[in-house]
């Protein structure tokens, strides 16, 4: 079993920053593809950042590139999300969730695990 758990959302004024972090626990996630997924009230769940499991292949939604960054640090066992320039649209519940494999995938279907979210409201 593997526990993921999302710290780092809150209420910001469009045009800040705030940084995600998610924390596993149970097993190591260190040799699997990573997710940053959203899901804003009245909208289907999307994949806003995601990353293969040796950090070396980052891809972006596009409403989000060049704004968000995901990273990871395996010796930690942690994924980021470091948010810039945010905007209203932005607003959504923020989920991690853990891949079986080693490369990354927009697809929800091929994450295993998922944290409870953290919620981000970015005010205009």
């Known amino acids: 079993q593997v526990q993921l758990v999302e710290s780092g959302g809150g209420l910001v004024q469009a045009g800040g920053s705030l940084r995600l972090s998610c924390a596993a626990s149970g097993r190591t996630v260190g040799s699997y593809a990573m997710g940053w997924s959203r899901q804003a009230p009245g909208k289907e769940r999307e994949f806003a950042a995601t990353i293969s499991a040796s950090g070396g292949l980052t891809n972006y939604a596009d409403s989000v590139k ?59």
Not at 71 to 99: F, G, H, I
């Open 66 to 124: 060049g704004r968000f960054t995901i990273s990871r640090d395996n010796a930690k066992n942690t994924v980021y999300l470091q948010m810039n320039s945010l905007k209203p649209e932005d607003t959504a519940v923020y989920y991690c969730a853990r891949s079986p494999y080693s490369t990354a995938s927009a697809n929800r279907q091929l994450y295993d695990y998922w944290g409870q979210g953290t919620q981000v409201t970015v005010s205009s």
